[in-house]
């Protein structure tokens, strides 16, 4: 069982539509962050939020639109995508970014959401 | 920039038998992590084991362990006594904490066979 949750975990959109893909953690923690998994790429960080403010958009296309309204919730807001953007999308989070802790900078992911776009 | 490496695009193992996977990384920073994430088929990253640079002690999870070897920048997972349920891919990663930002090396598919 994980303490993120992603939803839905498959999703098939057009290239027209406008869809969302949600992460939850019921972890406590303060940092969440979204990545891209494409076949034969390694993960690639997209987004990350540290107490619900952005701190990192990796040159992200604005097609991709994050939105973090409190500490639990981050959304991945998605329009006009391309076929090219068919990936698994993962969502993590962590107890904070930066600082010495025991345990708090260890990153946490959810079970991903597949996103096919026709 | 940091960057992080694996060598070894798939490995194999007998049930039962040690694995050691490797992992080697770039960076001119002296205080981050280092992380072994596991992803099986159903493609959740799980989190195998978990190294501080700054402490010298190789990092232990029960049947996982490290060889954490900072001036060559080198981060190797051994895996004993090898399970069916440890085949997966496995990804070494990097962490400097400041910035939150995981750096994923391209992985490696292990095979257990029975």
């Known amino acids: 069982e994980t303490g993120v949750t992603q939803t839905p975990r498959h999703l098939v959109m057009g290239m027209t539509n406008k869809k969302s893909l949600k992460c939850e953690q019921h972890l406590g923690h303060n940092a969440m962050y979204w990545y891209k998994q494409s076949a034969k790429k390694p993960l690639e960080l997209m987004f990350v939020?540290?107490?619900?403010?952005?701190?990192e958009n990796n040159s992200v296309p604005s097609r991709f639109s994050p939105e973090c309204p409190n500490s639990s919730h981050l959304f991945l807001h998605l329009h006009t995508l391309q076929p090219e953007d068919s990936a698994l999308y993962l969502c993590?989070?962590?107890?904070?970014?930066?600082?010495?802790?025991?345990?708090?900078?260890?990153?946490?992911f959810g079970e991903g959401s597949w996103l096919t776009v026709v | 920039a940091q960057t992080v490496t694996q060598s070894q695009p798939e490995m194999s193992v007998q049930e039962a038998e040690t694995v050691t996977l490797s992992c080697t990384y770039d960076t001119s920073e002296s205080d981050y992590y280092l992380f072994w994430y596991k992803q099986p088929p159903s493609r959740q990253m799980i989190l195998v084991i978990r190294q501080e640079a700054y402490k010298q002690q190789n990092a232990t999870e029960n049947r996982f362990s490290v060889n954490f070897q900072k001036a060559a920048k080198s981060f190797s997972l051994k895996i004993s006594d090898s399970q069916l349920g440890d085949a997966a891919m496995y990804f070494c990663a990097y962490l400097f904490s400041s910035y939150g930002k995981l750096t994923f090396g391209q992985g490696t598919i292990l095979t257990v066979h029975p």
């Open positions: 993590a989070s962590s107890q904070a970014i930066g600082g010495r802790q025991t345990s708090g900078n260890t990153i946490y």
């Open positions: 939020y540290n107490f619900k403010e952005q701190t």
